[in-house]
């Protein structure tokens, strides 16, 4: 036998998640059995999708169960493997949740490259860049959002791994990318990553900034908040323009409907008017198709400086709910990961 510590959903969070709701335990894990692998967590992905799955309203995907361990992808070490699909040492991409230790389906894990490919990038970039999030930026930016050279991308959220990747494909396809991000850091890295602008949706003049960063209108917003940023880019929104939604994180911890006048009928006024299409997806409609495509893509990108990432390494699994909490409120930096064991 062998133990895990883990946060479990204790109840279901009203607003944002609090220690009562996400409980701490330890616990005893069954030895691995064929076709099974006891792994290790040395990286622990957090995802702003988890807030779904900690509620009980109907969604794509089905909530975490009271009393069940937090959801998520893992990169771990392979401990022990019974039926020798994987060696003790391996490293692989997995689906472990919140936890240090966990038993998994081999089914379900993916053998990593400790050096990702001849990238020599750090392991954790298969939870972003290289990842889901990534992934999401690509299918959703490619598939939905389809810019064309010269026209106008606004996409928000953008020093996260979905925005940011989002801003700088975009550019490569000769298009002008125009980064919100939260805070004078974060807006002054988007110019470092060579977004075209980059405007402070925290700033009082932030409608202003958006309107001088988008002289021609806005052709392709990638919808990954909603929100206050969602009420200035509408207007704003050119004729034939493509909203692929991706998220809306920054409503993912309200308990209520926001204040203010119904925007719905002005915004489907719009939409009628200027001939815009609004498509909502969940990146693994596009998996089967893409995922070769854009591993191949991505992982040159990435290797000739095409696309930078940042990461933010977040250090002991102590840290996970409170870097959870600031994920919904901005306070990453990069894509967040939580470092379990080196
Ligand atoms: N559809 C799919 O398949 C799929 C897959 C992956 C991710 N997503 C979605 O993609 C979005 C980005 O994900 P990510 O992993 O890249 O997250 P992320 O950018 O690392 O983190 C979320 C960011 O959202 C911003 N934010 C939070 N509250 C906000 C508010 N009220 N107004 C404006 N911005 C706010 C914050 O950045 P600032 O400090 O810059 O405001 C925060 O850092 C999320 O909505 C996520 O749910 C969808």
Not at 75 to 103: I, M
Not at 192 to 203: K, M, S, Y
Not at 299 to 319: L, P
Request: hydrophobic share 40%.
């Amino acid at each position: 036998m062998t133990s895990t510590r883990r946060i479990v959903l204790a109840r279901r969070p009203h607003g944002e998640p609090t220690d009562d709701d996400l409980v701490v335990e330890t616990a005893e894990l069954d030895p691995p059995a064929p076709g099974e692998a006891l792994l290790e967590t040395l990286y622990l992905s957090l995802d702003p999708y988890m807030r779904g799955r900690m509620s009980a309203a109907k969604s794509y995907a089905k909530p975490v169960p009271i009393g069940g361990t937090m959801v998520g992808a893992t990169v771990s070490r392979v401990l022990e493997c019974p039926g020798g699909e994987f060696e003790p040492g391996d490293l692989v991409l997995g689906y472990g949740g919140w936890q240090t230790r966990s038993v998994e389906s081999v089914a379900q894990l993916t053998g990593l490259d400790a050096n990702m490919g001849a990238a020599s990038l750090p392991v954790s970039t298969a939870l972003g860049v290289l990842g889901m999030p990534g992934f999401t930026a690509y299918a959703g930016l490619t598939e939905i959002g389809r810019p064309r050279p010269g026209e106008t991308v606004v996409v928000a959220a953008a020093t996260g791994p979905v925005g940011s990747a989002v801003g700088q494909i975009a550019q490569a396809r000769g298009a002008r990318a125009v980064g919100i991000a939260g805070g004078p850091e974060k807006v002054a890295y988007l110019r470092e990553l060579g977004f075209a602008a980059a405007v402070d949706h925290r700033a009082d003049d932030f409608v202003e900034q958006l309107e001088a960063a988008t002289p021609d209108g806005i052709d392709v917003y990638f919808e990954n908040v909603g929100g206050h940023v969602f009420d200035a880019v509408f207007p704003r929104l050119n004729t034939y323009a493509r909203i692929p939604v991706c998220g809306l994180v920054a409503g993912y911890n309200d308990t209520e409907a926001p204040a203010g006048p119904d925007r719905l009928p002005r915004f489907m006024g719009l939409v009628l008017s200027r001939s815009i299409t609004v498509r909502g997806f969940i990146q693994t409609e596009f998996a089967d198709r893409l995922t070769d495509d854009f591993r191949r893509d991505m992982t040159a990108w990435v290797a000739d400086g095409t696309v930078k990432f940042k990461e933010d390494v977040v250090e002991g699994f102590d840290h996970t709910r409170d870097a959870f909490r600031g994920l919904l409120t901005g306070r990453n930096f990069g894509k967040l990961v939580v470092k379990v064991v080196d």
